[in-house]
């Protein structure tokens, strides 16, 4: 994947005046040349807004737009283009499932989450504890960071309305065992949510295979721009919820009496959207598939192997989270020195890294810490960045003691 590097001009670049290493995938990639110019080119020469206009530009912008459905389709191997509705991103898709899935819930129904789950899919659940008094069951996190299963099933209930759960911890890089989950959840009659925003840039995500209702994921961490994500959810669960938004382009008739509504998807997306972002997002996903989804996957285990070896022959480091199979995310801590100044001398050496709770202070309490630093590898990245990685390490062990 060294040719891949080529592809991302801001590598070129240096940070605190030395060359960067930039090894915060996890939290956002950067973008390829290719994602760029998409963008540029809907700017300069096809700009107009979509769906309602009659006249020709309108009418390119709405075509480069509705082709990036089939491109996601493609991505995700989803049955149809109308069962991808286009979000702000991860965060605004659970938001929307929140929101109409439980319009008809009451006190005492139950969501299941896991320990790992980003705040994206932890408050807007406790959002709706606070309001309706629903009940969140949590599936635990074993010490070297997959999800303890063991009672899982016992957990779901004829109350139980929703499995939600990360496909990939952001922390841990715990990639969890989603068809099982699903299969078992399913057994019950309980729709199931899966958080791609961490696998969908690494793995082959197929739904269909998966058995999940709903998969959501966003754009910027999958090499393209930032407010733009994506919903996927089956055909009967699409037809089934309430709109979301009121606004323009939801609509089939508007009366001060009455109002019908379009399907979906585009039952979901009130409003102008980021039509180029859109576009942003279709190049960012035929980038990743030029680049086979496979060979990605491997290049980054490489990665992660070299540089788990290399931390571990580190006195004083320790890895959080070492349950198989994982992602190209390493998290961890050293004794005597905080993350916060872990990650101030490393920015210093041109390190660019995580130090943080990483949005997940549910699995910071769970291993006992109160952030930890965290590499993360794309397609970009190569065995010298985690060598600069290691020396930047062994430099803030010098400044340390």
């Avoid at 940070?15 to 540029?40: F, T, W």
Wanted: charged letters at 20%; hydrophobic letters at 40%.
């Amino acid at each position: 994947m060294n040719n891949a590097r080529n592809d991302f001009p801001i590598l070129s670049s240096t940070n605190r005046g030395k060359p960067l290493v930039y090894l915060d995938s996890a939290s956002s990639a950067q973008k390829p040349k290719a994602v760029v110019e998409a963008m540029s080119s809907f700017y300069y020469k096809d700009y107009a807004n979509i769906h309602r206009g009659i006249y020709e530009l309108s009418e390119r912008a709405t075509k480069r737009f509705e082709e990036t459905r089939a491109v996601v389709k493609q991505f995700i191997h989803a049955p149809d283009v109308n069962n991808i509705v286009f979000v702000k991103g991860t965060t605004e898709g659970m938001n929307l499932l929140a929101s109409t899935l439980s319009q008809s819930w009451v006190a005492g129904d139950e969501v299941i989450l896991s320990e790992m789950e980003h705040h994206s899919n932890i408050v807007p659940w406790v959002m709706l504890k606070e309001k309706l008094g629903i009940v969140l069951k949590i599936i635990p996190v074993t010490d070297e960071g997959a999800l303890d299963l063991t009672l899982f099933e016992s957990m779901l209930t004829p109350k139980t309305k929703l499995v939600s759960i990360t496909h990939a911890s952001n922390v841990l890089g715990t990639i969890n065992p989603i068809k099982h989950i699903t299969a078992i959840a399913h057994q019950h009659g309980v729709p199931v949510m899966i958080d791609g925003a961490q696998a969908a840039p690494h793995l082959s995500v197929d739904v269909q295979d998966l058995d999940c209702d709903f998969y959501v994921f966003s754009s910027h961490k999958c090499y393209g721009p930032t407010g733009v994500g994506v919903l996927y959810a089956k055909s009967p669960w699409l037809n089934a919820m309430p709109p979301y938004q009121g606004g323009g382009d939801m609509i089939e008739t508007v009366a001060f009496d009455k109002v019908t509504y379009a399907k979906a998807p585009h039952k979901f997306e009130a409003g102008t959207p980021d039509i180029a972002g859109v576009i942003g997002l279709n190049a960012a996903l035929q980038y990743l598939m030029q680049h086979n989804m496979q060979t990605i996957y491997e290049h980054e285990q490489q990665l992660l192997s070299y540089a788990t070896n290399a931390l571990m022959q580190i006195p004083g480091v320790r890895i959080i989270g070492t349950a198989t199979p994982k992602l190209g995310v390493i998290s961890f801590v050293m004794d005597g020195v905080h993350p916060h100044d872990m990650g101030t001398v490393l920015d210093a050496e041109g390190v660019a890294v995580r130090a943080s709770h990483h949005c997940a202070m549910p699995l910071m309490t769970r291993f006992g810490v109160p952030a930890t630093v965290r590499a993360s590898f794309g397609i970009y990245n190569n065995t010298d960045d985690v060598d600069a990685l290691i020396r930047a390490i062994h430099e803030i062990k010098r400044l340390f003691g």
